[in-house]
């Protein structure tokens, strides 16, 4: 008998660990291994062919390390998670000696086709780092541009550490769905200019929040494949309402449920709620027991485990539902039932019982209705001052034009946030259009999240932008606080973006007129300047780019989204219709901005010119304007005019006439200006700049303008 008790206590403990294993999420298939050195590997993947649910979950524990280390293919794992695999990462990188010779390099392409694997978007960037350094990402052999970003610096002091914004480091999303990536760099001077600070150069995919930049690591790149990157995957390659069909090959067992997986590869499985544990096993997915823990239980009163679920009640002498975030359990009244019972008895002895027991449903429901309407009201006066409204609504209050928008507000505006209201989606969240009572129509922005840390920086951010009145700069009318991540209400612009207008549906003719791009570019220039030096508090744009320039219908141009680029670049992509970076283009002509420099060196600059922008009329215009274009790209950022210059210049070329004339018996063709009358009241205020020197500037690019090689 003692021998019986202990067998039956073993399969006790065996069962009871089993269990606990499956809660937790850990359990592998029967007679499989459930770790690789120090990573546990839980089904659907599995150690070896017969452990995983099929050959691309089958992984390989490689024992040559200490302790071992698991493989997928030759992709080295860091953690498996419910939907995500976290693996170790690849650094193309470079290093240059001062001479600007190439020390060594390395590139960087992963694939991952005819697998579910892909790239998360969501939870990965790809991150650049250096003084001179330009990353390209292209999808499946060698494809377009799927994204890029630029990271140039001419000082050491101007790297700060933590920070990412295009000085030392710079970040870029990807496209959803990736499963193939490739990462080129290229420098322009070899960092010969920033060596003593900056030999090197390096990019990489990885998760956003696994990485924060130090100007160390300029030193030290080979160290940046500690930082994982994360994959997502799929159990099948079918959606849930197709597998579901074959109850057979379904790899959801029971008490779970099937979900479509974010990149549309495949499925996956999940517990259902109130059960916990691997999906993917039967009797994986066990009871949650959520009255276990006193203290962390959901019931104020008494509660009761169900099979994936609970219920709470209230004890003898009190009523309400029992729940912590319900309207919990309050004591009972004795006045109350002998009034009602009195009150009935009154106007009928035989039911005053049951209209005493209306009277206390009626008094329930509403006494129910009041408490989560208070409770409701908590929750928004919580947001409220988390968001800082008090701080907030202090400073909007002395200044006009700015309104603290209820929830209820924007949810009506938004049909309740309807996603066919969405205007677009990204990592930093989602901007819906909306029409408000007084049918004004709006853009709402919800971000993500928000860093409470960086709450004050927000509130000032936020004053300073309610403040600006400029015609070109989209006006920012108001937020809500009411709600867990703060929302921005923005004036809607309703004709998309300069880059779509010069970028997407291309004909044989221009999509806009020259006059038009003049006019944009001049509009665009002015308001940064506004920001730069007019604004009471100095603004500055951190992503001056086509996409974040917005056109109403008469093709005015507002400047959205304040988050580096050069201006420049928009002046070459407003002269050429080009995209910035596209790598279906020969080699030389992938970066548009050093083949714009490159084509004005050599005098070929007609050639890359959009096609019907220049004729006899304007043709002095453009080129003056390609030449302030090369200006602004100059890499060290002292040498670059001022924005107040380049409005300036842009307003001079919109607001003269320029023509040939013979003068006296030279027969000498030379450029004169004879001024017009028109003048933009809302470019820039004429006292932010000094024309002089502006003046000067442009009769020095008009001799530059007569030796070019242009078309005649």
Known sequence: MPEQKSVLLLLFLFTFELAAAAVNGTETLPGCKQKCGNITVPYPFGIGAKCSIAAWANINCNTTYNPPKPFIGDLEVVQFLPSEVRIKNFVTSQCYYQSGALDWKVTTTIGLTGTPYTFSSTKNKVTAIGCDTWVFVTGIDGGNLTSGCISLCHKKEHVIDGSCDGVGCCQTSIPKGLNFFDLQLITTYNYTNVWSFDPCGAAFLAETDMYKFKK?????????????????????????????????????????????????????????????????????????????????????????????????????GFYGDGKKDGTGCTKKSKTVPVLELSLGSLINPNAGLGLGLLFLFIGGTCL??????????????????????????????????????????????????????????????????????????????????????????FINEFVILTQIKHRNVVKLLGCCLETKVPLLVYEFVSNGTLSNHLHENKGALPSISWVDRLRIAAETAGAIAYLHSAASTPIIHRDIKSANILLDDNYTAKVADFGASSFGVVLVELLTGAKPFCFVRPEEQRNLATYFVVAIKENTLHEILDAGIVNEENKEQVYGVALLAKRCLKLDGEKRPSMKEVAAELERFRGFEKHYKIQGNHNEETLTVAEDVHVDLYAIPSDCYNTDGASALYSMEQQMIKSMNYPR
């Open 216 to 316: 160390a690591d300029f030193f030290n790149v080979r160290s940046l494949v500690d930082v994982p990157i994360i994959l997502n995957f799929a159990v099948g390659n079918q959606t849930c309402k197709a597998a579901k069909k074959n109850s057979t090959s379904f790899a959801c067992k029971e008490n779970s449920y099937c979900y479509d997986s974010i990149d549309g590869t495949g499925y996956l499985c999940n517990c259902s709620d109130g059960y916990a544990g691997n999906p993917y096993l039967n009797q994986g997915c066990q009871d949650v027991n959520e009255c276990e823990d006193p203290d962390s239980n959901p019931c104020e009163g008494l509660c009761t485990n169900k099979p994936g679920s609970y219920s709470c009640s209230c004890p003898t």
């Open 368 to 457: 129910f209705l009041f408490l989560k309407k208070r409770q409701l009201m908590k929750l928004k006066k919580k947001y409220f001052q988390q968001n800082g409204g008090l701080l907030l609504k202090q400073h909007i209050s002395s200044h006009e034009g700015a309104k603290v928008f209820t929830e209820k507000e924007l949810k009506l505006a938004t049909n309740n946030y309807d996603r066919q209201q969405i205007l677009g989606e990204g990592g930093y969240g989602t901007v819906y259009k909306g029409t408000l009572t007084d049918l004004r129509v709006v853009a709402i922005k919800m971000s993500k999240k928000v860093d409470e840390s960086q709450l004050g920086v």
